[in-house]
């Protein structure tokens, strides 16, 4: 699929069928993560796929997964680089990335992070992850069970400007 078109056909699912994803198509999408750009190429995240249905169970019960057949979750390490913190800028890159390879793979996914917060305890002891790491956010990934129409886009001249700001 032409970048563009995965840009531009790219749509927020929050409903899945149950047709599984396999690990080939998952670890395609969590390597599209790894190769996003990362402040001075710490690399201060870690990916964990998660296709088990005891504990995709669980992250639908925090409202989390979606429903879906399979989720990678972002763990950061929130370290600063001699520049500043940039984990959280490190972990939406990847996260894009991911987006844009599940679509490039045929699927659907959602980007969610807000809900994180309240869950993290919860998700980072279901998921093993260390007290020093943060649980950042979530792509629940499958078959879209519907898609949602293109939402309303600015036009172009109205969002941007060349050499100076003009609104």
């Not at 399979?70 to 972990?91: K, L, R, S």
């Amino acid at each position: 699929m032409d970048l563009y078109d995965a840009i531009n056909t790219r749509r927020s699912v929050r409903q899945f069928t149950d047709a599984p994803v396999s690990r080939d198509v998952l670890s395609r999408i969590a390597q599209a993560g790894i190769e996003a750009p990362t402040g001075c190429n710490k690399q201060l995240r870690h990916f964990v796929i998660v296709d088990d249905a005891a504990a995709l169970a669980a992250m639908d019960e925090m409202g989390l997964s979606k429903g879906a057949t399979a989720c990678i979750v972002i763990v950061m390490e929130p370290t600063a680089t001699p520049y500043g913190p940039f984990w959280m800028q490190d972990a939406s890159a990847a996260m894009q990335n991911m987006l844009l390879a599940a679509v490039a793979e045929g699927l659907a996914a959602c980007w969610i992070e807000g809900q994180v917060t309240p869950n993290e305890d919860a998700l980072r002891e279901l998921l093993g992850v260390p007290a020093d790491m943060r649980v950042w956010s979530l792509l629940p990934i499958g078959t879209a069970a519907e898609t949602p129409s293109r939402p309303a886009k600015p036009a172009f001249n109205d969002m941007v400007s060349f050499n100076t700001f003009k609104k």
